[in-house]
């Protein structure tokens, strides 16, 4: 693949709130700033944005806002995941009708399906819209782990392009860069461990400490696409206590609290995620100050 569509650092966006509703104001300001740091994409309701407490007409809204807002300056990967089949495709047929780029569909939860169901759960969504579909493997949130042999299998789909992996598991995306062809996009889900990630093959990182220093992250994944690693390692040697730093609590808490000490937008978060610790900020608050956030 010489020039993914999806590539570099594309930020979980958070979901700001205000007096119980979503914050549309604080939402494109931070829209704003990603662009302005120079980030690769953006992804709107994902796991970061908290859209197991989102109604669906917020979750709608807050994807054509993003849409609206980046106007084509970026791509945009909708979160449109569900544990039902048919409610993942009914939000990847709105992501579709308001212009996201492509969406971004999590392995159904809880109701644990075997790789058999997994297979037929995105494959309905392949044939039912004509829309980019990555698939997003969070086994620690799910409870199921997506095999790299039914990847492969849906590497074949023409709507399912690409993969974003929580695992942290380095070797999969070697695995997957054989097996699934030279178009499969291959996209890290855990920050801290992107760097190797990246140097398996992988493409980028949908990441959630670009929430809090975009200009750093885009810094960092240039740095690897370009493959200057000596400087991408730097980059990490910086950013590393960030990333930690931002699940310290019950994510996006900690995010959320960093946003707000830059004065972004209201540290508010949805039971049942509460407020971040005392320590949890005190670690955050170091962690800005050491990587330049300002």
């Not at 939860?109 to 579909?133: D, F, M, T």
């Amino acid at each position: 693949m010489s020039d993914p569509l999806f590539k570099g650092v594309i930020p979980a966006l958070i979901t700001p709130f205000l007096a119980g509703a979503v914050d549309e104001q604080a939402f494109v300001a931070l829209v704003e700033r990603q662009i302005a740091g120079g980030v690769h994409g953006l992804v709107p309701v994902g796991t970061t944005g908290e859209t197991a407490t989102l109604s669906h007409d917020e979750h709608r809204r807050v994807v054509e806002l993003a849409v609206k807002t980046a106007a084509g300056r970026v791509p945009v990967i909708a979160g449109a995941g569900s544990n039902s089949t048919r409610e993942a495709i009914e939000l990847v047929r709105h992501a579709k009708t308001i212009g996201a780029d492509a969406a971004l569909v999590v392995t159904p939860y809880y109701n644990r399906p075997s790789q058999e169901g997994l297979y037929a759960h995105y494959a309905a969504i392949n044939e039912a819209v004509q829309l980019p579909v990555l698939v997003y493997n969070v086994p620690g949130r799910t409870s199921v782990d997506i095999s790299d042999a039914t990847l492969a299998r849906l590497s074949k789909l023409p709507n399912i392009v690409g993969v974003k992996d929580a695992t942290g598991d380095m070797v999969r995306a070697t695995v997957q860069r054989i097996t699934c062809g030279d178009d499969w996009v291959m996209l890290s889900g855990d920050d801290p461990t992107a760097l190797g990630y990246m140097a398996h093959g992988g493409h980028g990182c949908i990441s959630v400490t670009a929430n809090v220093a975009p200009e750093q992250c885009a810094s960092f994944y240039n740095a690897a696409l370009a493959g200057d690693w000596l400087a991408a390692r730097a980059w990490q040697d910086r950013l590393v206590r960030l990333h930690r730093a931002l699940f310290t609590d019950a994510s996006p808490a900690p995010t959320k609290f960093a946003l707000a000490s830059l004065g972004l937008c209201d540290e508010a978060v949805r039971l049942p995620i509460a407020p971040a610790s005392e320590a949890s900020r005190a670690e955050v608050l170091a962690a800005i100050r050491e990587v330049g956030v300002v």
